[in-house]
Nanobody, 120 residues
Framework: QVQPVESGGRLVQAGGHQRLSCAPS????????MGWVRQASGKERECVAA???????TDSDSVKGRFTISRDNAKNAVYLQRNSLKFEDTAVYYC??????????????WGQGTQVTVSS
């Protein structure tokens, strides 16, 4: 098992930028597809970005051109760079690890989530 731990969530103004980080509390992320999944109040979870062990990545239409997922296998970390933030980006952001494919990931391990609030 691997236990993701998120960090970096905070209050940020609309139009600003922020980077979320994720690291495992133990073991390693290598070999796993990693993803950032968000859940806004009253809405379903949405996978906003995912990345394979080799670095292939995808992102959702709602964040395309604004969010970038990356991973540093040497540092055993995954990041989500978020630019041009909008009020609707307010949500709890979860880091997740799993298997499957880039377009159909199956996340088996989830972090506790970090709250990100964008002020308008």
């Amino acid at each position: 098992q691997v236990q993701p731990v998120e960090s970096g969530g905070r209050l940020v103004q609309a139009g600003g930028h922020q980077r979320l980080s994720c690291a495992p509390s133990e073991r390693t992320f290598s070999g796993y597809i990693m993803g950032w999944v968000r859940q806004a109040s009253g809405k379903e979870r949405e996978c906003v970005a995912a990345i394979t062990p080799s670095g292939s990545k995808t992102d959702s239409d709602s964040v395309k051109g604004r969010f970038t997922i990356s991973r540093d296998n040497a540092k055993n970390a995954v990041y989500l760079q978020r630019n041009s933030l909008k009020f609707e980006d307010t949500a709890v952001y979860y880091c997740a690890a799993g298997t499957g494919t880039l377009w159909s990931p199956r996340f088996d391990y989830w972090g506790q989530g970090t709250q990100v609030t964008v002020s308008s």
